[in-house]
């Protein structure tokens, strides 16, 4: 079955499972690994700051737990490889190391050719938003300025406005509320298995781009409608996406 067909396929599947018409005038983006290149530092980041506290990760798995909160990601690890609890102070105190290492890596890149399909979006008149697990404040100020306006600070949900993160629904669930945008007349672009899992929860058509090392089914398996190989395939498929959803 051809990419073209299989968007098709789960456009109209999308479709049928509403009880309303769908008409796309939104699109609620993730921000690491789909808009700047930033998943890479934040691997790092997780990767020393646990191996300071005696915990080795495998290089995968800072991918998998992209877009939920630092404690989560804390207390789902500690969990996982040490079959043990951690306390919230022990938590906390990785969470600021790995912030801290953070600040120390490279100014994150933008993701090319993202610019030109936001800017495509624009011209379209679809609104555009963030939904991101980060509390990164530098990034979100860069929005608006790499981005050329395309971004503002009053349509985006971040960490700092979620008591649950990804993968839990909130984040994308406080995005319809706020932007007026729900199911019928919204989409997701995500990279990770656990925002796909949070948009699908919300009840978001989500289409996910493969930007990290992941195996493309991680994303299919966490309910994904459309996987694609990276934002270079996305642009070149979004008038056939842009077309279908605007039926």
């Known amino acids: 079955m051809s990419i073209n067909t299989s968007i098709e396929i789960a456009i109209n599947n999308y479709k049928n499972s509403l009880k309303t018409s769908f008409n796309l005038e939104c699109i609620f983006f993730d921000m690491d690994g789909v808009l700047f290149n930033s998943m890479p530092y934040h691997a790092q980041s997780w990767i020393n700051a646990f191996a300071e506290y005696g915990l080795n990760l495998p290089e995968h798995e800072p991918y998998m737990n992209e877009g939920s909160t630092a404690l989560y990601t804390i207390e789902k690890m500690f969990r996982k490889y040490h079959k043990r609890e951690v306390s919230l102070e022990f938590a906390e105190e990785i969470k600021k190391r790995k912030h801290a290492l953070m600040t120390e890596m490279p100014m994150s890149e933008v993701l090319q050719p993202m610019p030109q399909l936001v800017e ?128």
């Open 120 to 247: 495509m979006v624009k011209q379209q008149n679809i609104e555009r938003w963030v939904v991101t697990g980060s509390a990164q404040k530098g990034l979100f100020g860069r929005l608006s300025s790499v981005f050329d306006g395309n971004f503002e600070r009053d349509k985006m949900i971040t960490a700092l406005d979620v008591l649950n993160g990804k993968p839990n629904p909130e984040p994308y669930l406080k995005a319809i509320e706020k932007s007026g945008y729900d199911n019928s007349r919204a989409i997701v672009i995500e990279n990770a298995p656990l925002g796909v899992q949070s948009a699908k929860a919300a009840g978001l058509f989500t289409v996910a781009i493969n930007t990290g090392p992941l195996e493309p089914q991680s994303l299919s398996e966490s309910g994904a409608d459309i996987v694609l190989d990276s934002c270079d395939e996305l642009l070149a498929l979004w008038p056939q996406l842009h077309a279908l959803l605007s039926k």
